[in-house]
Each structure stands twice: as C-alpha cells, then as structure tokens.
C-alpha cells in the first residue's frame, strides 16, 4: 500500500470517527433532526442504499445545506450530513427522543421546538401507534396552503395531502404496521393544535 493511499485512508478513518460520534450516540440535536425532516427528507428519504455511498464530504455539501437553509455552523452541517447517512445506511427515522402530551394533543408550547422556522415547516414525532383508523385534526393561526405527510418508522406514507388554504385540517388514515410515525407539515402558517386520536373516539 503507497503511503499516499495510507494517508487516504487515515483521514476517511478519522472523518468517520468524527462524523459517526454525534450519529449513533444518539445527541443530534432536535433543530438538526426538524432541519432535515422538513426540508431535506423531502429529496433525501429516498436514498435507502443500505450502505454508505457518499460522493461528497459534508465540507463540499455545505453550499448545497445552505442553499435551502441559509448560512449555517459547522456542527449543523456535520449534524446534518449525519442524518443524511443515518437515511442511506438505516433507511428510517433517527430515533428523535419526545415526550408526548397527554391524549396527544399538542397544543402551542408542545410545538415551539418542532418547526423549522415560523411557518416553513413542522416535524413531530407522533409516538407508538397501534394498527387501525386514526383523525389528525391541525389548527393552524391563519389559512394555510401547504403539505402534510404522517410516515411510519421507514418513511411509508399512511396519509399525503396538499393543504389548500385552510385554517383547519381533519385527517383519517390507517396505521396497518405498529410502531412510530411522525407528522411533516410544510406550510407559510404557524400550527397553534394538533390532535390525534384513534377513529371514532
Ligand atoms: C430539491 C431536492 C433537494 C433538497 C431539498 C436537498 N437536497 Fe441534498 N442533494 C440533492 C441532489 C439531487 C443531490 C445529488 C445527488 C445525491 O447525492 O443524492 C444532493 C446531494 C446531497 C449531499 C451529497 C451526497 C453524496 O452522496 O455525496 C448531501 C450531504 C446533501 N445533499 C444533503 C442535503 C441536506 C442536509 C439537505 C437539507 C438542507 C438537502 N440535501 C436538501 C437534492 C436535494
């Protein structure tokens, strides 16, 4: 082996290493995780190789992150860039860690850390669902256009609707595989409620 392909090597060892730690420690953070749901996911989730395949480095993507999020810190483009390999490699969700509110219903200050920026986007882990029917009722401050997505734990969509401009949204869809699912909401106005509970509750 050349020296030349030793020092390659070392360095993909080591930008592994560093880039691995804040991945499978489990500490990204919650800004990093809604970043990526709400405006990443959307091109990215279905990048499910089941290995590592990266052209670039998260140095050289940087330009593309702040293209769609304006300028940002190293730690987010390194947070950001490890979501991306979570996606490639594990094909689901990063375990985002949530306390969910009593009866699900999560109401202003349950959502203050969840959006993006005021009204670009929502990401809300939903928690455990059991198979069968569900309503998801969304209030929002003003009339909102958009869209809104619930996806289980390897981003199968159970619901996928465009909002036209509506205060209020009542959706019904099926859970047909137990686990976690989470909400998106893409959208120009701030979610004020959101509810879910099982149908004809
Ligand atoms: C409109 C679609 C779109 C959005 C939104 C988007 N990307 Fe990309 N991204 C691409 C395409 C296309 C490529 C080049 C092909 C590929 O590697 O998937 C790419 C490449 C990348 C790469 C390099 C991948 C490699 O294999 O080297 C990274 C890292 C990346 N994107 C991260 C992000 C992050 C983080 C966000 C959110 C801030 C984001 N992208 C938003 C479409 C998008």
């Known amino acids: 082996m050349s020296s030349r392909l030793h020092e ?18 489990g500490d990204i953070s919650r800004a990093s995780a809604v970043r990526f749901y709400t405006v990443c996911a959307s091109c990215h989730e ?36 490890a979501l991306l390999r979570h996606t490639k490699e594990r094909c689901d969700y990063y375990p985002v860690s ?4 009593p009866d699900r219903r999560w109401q202003a200050g349950d959502l203050a850390g969840w959006h993006v920026a005021r009204g670009i986007g929502y990401f809300l882990p939903l928690g455990d669902l059991a198979p069968g029917p569900y309503r998801l009722q969304l209030a929002f401050a003003s009339k909102a ?16 609707e465009a909002l036209c401009p509506q205060q209020q949204a009542d959706i019904a ?29």
């Not at 390659?8 to 060892?13: F, G, I, T």
């Not at 256009?145 to 996928?160: C, I, N, Y």
């Open 8 to 25: 390659s090597c070392a360095v993909a060892v080591l930008s592994c290493a560093l880039l691995s730690a804040p991945a499978w420690a």
């Open 46 to 81: 279905a990048e499910c190789s089941g290995r590592l395949s990266f052209r670039t480095e998260a140095a050289a993507a940087q330009g593309h992150m702040e293209r769609y999020l304006g300028p940002l810190a190293w730690i987010d483009v390194e947070e950001l860039f």
């Open 98 to 101: 949530a306390t969910l509110p």
């Open 145 to 160: 256009q958009g869209h809104l997505k619930v996806s289980g734990k390897r981003f199968e969509p159970v619901a996928d």
């Open 173 to 201: 869809f099926v859970v047909t595989d137990r686990g976690a699912h989470y909400l998106t909401v893409t959208g120009q106005s701030q979610l004020v409620e959101v509810t879910l509970h099982p149908a004809g509750r």
